[in-house]
C-alpha cells in the first residue's frame, strides 16, 4: 500500500528553527508538496520538490532525497503565526496525490 | 484576486437530510477537487473532475454525488448525512498538467445533528 509518515506533532520556541520531517513510500512518484494548514482553515501551498536537493523560499526550505523516499520542510526565524498542521503529500504514478496526516507545529514564546 | 469560493463556509444538517455544498473558481482551472478532511487526519479524495470528465475515487460512498455545470462551478451533494459524515469539505482546483500544484478554498464545516 501506499503511505506516508510524518510525526504527528512538535513544539518549537518563537524565533528557533525546525525541521519537519516526511518519509513516504507509493507507487510511482511524480513530486512532493508541503501544505500549510491553520486550524479550521484549508491548505495553502508552500513548496513542491520533484528533484533532489535543497529548495529554499525565505524563511521555509524543503528537501528531498528520491533514494531514500525522504523530505523534509526547515522553517527558520519561527514565528507564532508558524502554528499550524503542515502537510506532505506525494503524487503517484497514477499522478493522484496522496496526503500524510500532518504534522502539528506549536510554537512557544 | 483570482481564489476558490466555498459557500457557506459552515452548514448544520440534521441526520438524513440532504445537503448541497457549493465551490467556484476564478482561475479557469480545468480540474476541480472535492475532499473530506476529519479532524487531525489527512484530506480523502472524494472525486475529481477534468473538464468535464467525472472520476470517482473507488471508496466514496454512493451518498456523495457531484456536479460540475461549467468551468468555474461544482456541487457536492450528501444525500443522506449521517453521523460520520460530519468533516470539512474542501474543494481544490487545479491546471491540466499533471505537475500543476492544487489550490484549495476555504472549506465548508459540515455539522451533522
Known amino acids: 500500500g501506499q503511505n506516508i509518515d510524518q510525526p504527528t506533532e512538535m513544539t518549537a520556541t518563537e524565533g528557533a528553527i525546525v525541521q519537519i520531517n516526511c518519509t513516504y513510500q507509493?507507487?510511482?512518484?511524480?513530486?512532493l508538496f508541503w501544505y500549510q494548514q491553520h486550524a479550521g482553515e484549508a491548505p495553502t501551498f508552500l513548496s513542491y520538490?520533484?528533484l533532489d536537493g535543497l529548495e529554499e523560499k525565505g524563511r521555509f526550505s524543503s528537501f528531498l532525497s528520491r533514494s531514500k523516499g525522504y523530505s523534509y520542510l526547515l522553517l527558520k526565524e519561527l514565528q507564532m503565526k508558524d502554528s499550524a498542521s503542515y502537510l506532505c503529500?506525494?503524487?503517484?504514478?497514477?499522478?493522484?496525490?496522496?496526503w500524510g496526516a500532518g504534522t502539528k507545529l506549536i510554537i512557544k514564546p | 484576486d483570482a481564489m476558490v469560493i466555498q459557500n457557506p463556509r459552515y452548514q448544520v444538517t440534521q441526520f438524513g437530510k440532504p445537503v448541497t455544498l457549493s465551490c467556484s473558481q476564478t482561475?479557469?482551472?480545468?480540474?476541480m477537487y472535492w475532499y473530506q478532511q476529519k479532524s487531525s487526519q489527512a484530506p480523502k479524495l472524494l472525486f475529481h473532475?477534468?473538464?468535464?470528465?467525472?472520476?470517482n475515487e473507488a471508496d466514496t460512498p454512493d451518498n456523495f454525488q457531484s456536479r460540475r455545470p461549467n468551468t468555474s462551478f461544482c456541487f457536492l451533494d450528501i444525500r443522506s448525512p449521517g453521523l460520520g459524515d460530519a468533516a470539512m469539505y474542501l474543494c481544490?482546483?487545479?491546471?491540466?498538467?499533471?505537475?500543476?500544484?492544487?489550490?484549495f478554498g476555504p472549506g465548508t464545516r459540515l455539522t451533522v445533528l
Open positions: 503529500a506525494v503524487r503517484d504514478s497514477n499522478y493522484q496525490l496522496i
Open positions: 520538490n520533484v
Open positions: 482561475l479557469n482551472h480545468n480540474v
Open positions: 481544490a482546483t487545479s491546471g491540466p498538467l499533471t505537475t500543476d500544484t492544487q489550490y
Open positions: 507509493t507507487s510511482g512518484f511524480n513530486g
Open positions: 473532475y477534468y473538464d468535464k470528465d467525472f472520476n
